[in-house]
């Protein structure tokens, strides 16, 4: 009962985190065919990825403006972005309008993104509850049945620019859900004197969202590769790997929503990346399908939680009026991820092959982790001591 009704109470949120999974997950589902239409080699792609994922970066800087201007339609007009630009991504048979298409859905997707973040935060501050892992649980489960109902299409014959029409009306339904009654207040940067915002803070905590989203980015964007081109799957199997990693990273991020009461946010942190680390060592390792499917659900059931832990943290951390801000700047950092993973991913694929980017990906998560856990407990600790 209590599900139904965090669901219930967040369900603006949530319709802006479906919309982005079932986007997302489309496209991944569909990435091999696409990449062979325009013709891209592994470098080539992930250098016009890395370009698209600017408009994600830049979206995220600049959604407080997108707030304040379009108000209570920032973020259907986000998504419907988005889900236009993945349209365009999938009609294109060469590499600039694939390159166009893919930086109007990185800035819808970025717009959404951080609205919806931040949304769920002014939910959680007012009503008592953590939501954060349960809004990100639903953009993992629709992530999973997207894909698969993706890889469904594709056996039928379905292309890609049909996969994306369906999209286009899943939006619209979504966007009526999200639009709010009147204009929600616009929050500012500007925080009192005795209350600045931590900066530090905001960066350290901006640095785990972007190991956590590289490792999702490289799970999820290579994933139906790796499964039809190394381990020889079909179009199906391909796309199971995808679906795999949004059914283990729901599962995932809905025991989180009711652990994340009992256990503190950084042991959490730090666990969860252990286990995610150790399935990319093994999807990197597999000899066969099964095994790389094993790998891609403890990646998911691991990575799951970080970044929704780590933004829901930023989001108690930082006065109210700040919270915009953090959030904004903390996600931009995060979806640095998807300017960094493409190239990785592509180069090291094409320089040591495919599984060495897995392994590439696991080790700078545990270094990461090891590295900014300490820090950020001495920090928040300081902080604790300072308030008292």
């Known amino acids: 009962m209590r599900l139904v009704s965090d669901l219930w109470l967040s369900r603006k949120s949530v319709a ?6 079932a986007a997302w997950s489309s496209y991944f589902a569909q990435m091999p065919v696409i990449k062979a239409a325009i013709g891209a080699s592994d470098g080539v792609y992930g250098a016009v990825m890395l370009l698209a994922s600017l408009g994600a970066l830049a979206a995220m800087w600049l959604a407080p403006l997108a707030h304040r201007i379009a108000g209570r339609w920032a973020l259907p007009l986000g998504a419907m972005i988005m889900s236009g630009g993945m349209l365009g991504a999938g009609m294109s048979a060469e590499i ?3 390159g166009i ?3 109007c859905a990185s800035v819808g997707a970025g717009i959404t993104d951080v609205l919806a973040n931040v949304r769920v935060s002014e939910i959680e501050e007012s009503s008592g509850r953590h939501l954060m892992n349960l809004n990100h649980a639903m953009f993992s489960f629709t992530y999973a049945g997207c894909a698969l109902a993706t890889g469904i299409m594709r056996e039928l014959g379905w292309t890609p620019a049909q996969v994306f029409t369906v999209l286009i009306g ?3 339904l979504a966007g009526w859900v999200m639009l709010e009654r009147r204009a929600p207040p616009i929050p500012t940067d500007e925080t009192p004197g005795d209350a600045p915002l931590p900066h530090l803070l905001v960066w350290g905590v901006g640095a785990i969202v972007l190991v956590a989203f590289l490792t999702e980015a ?3 964007g290579w994933s139906a590769l790796h499964l039809e081109r190394t381990l020889g799957g079909g179009p199906a199997e391909g796309a199971l790997g995808p679906a795999l990693l949004g059914l283990s990273m729901g599962i995932g991020r809905l025991s989180g929503h009711f652990l994340s009461d009992r256990v503190p946010t950084l042991p959490f942190i730090t666990v969860a990346s252990v286990v995610a680390a150790a399935g990319l060592i093994l999807v990197g390792a597999a000899p066969t399908l099964m095994t790389a499917y094993i790998g891609f659900a403890l990646t998911g059931l691991g990575i799951s939680v970080v970044a929704p832990l ?7 951390l930082v006065p109210p009026k700040a919270r915009l801000a953090a959030i904004s700047r903390a996600s931009a950092l995060g979806y640095a991820a998807f300017f960094v993973s493409p190239p990785l991913m592509g180069f090291t694929s094409e320089a040591l092959g495919l599984r060495a980017g897995f392994w590439v990906v696991a080790a700078l998560l545990l270094i990461c982790i090891a590295a900014l856990v300490p820090v950020l407990a001495a920090r ?5 001591q300072q308030a008292y």
Do not use: D, K, N, P
Request: hydrophobic share 65%; no cysteine; glycine share 10%.
């Open 310 to 316: 780590a933004l829901a943290l930023i989001g108690r």
């Open 218 to 220: 490289a799970s999820e």
């Open 96 to 98: 600039v309008a694939f």
């Open 380 to 384: 928040i600790a300081a902080r604790t």
């Open 101 to 103: 298409a893919m930086t």
């Open 16 to 21: 802006g985190f479906v919309i982005v999974g």
């Open 170 to 172: 899943l939006t619209a």
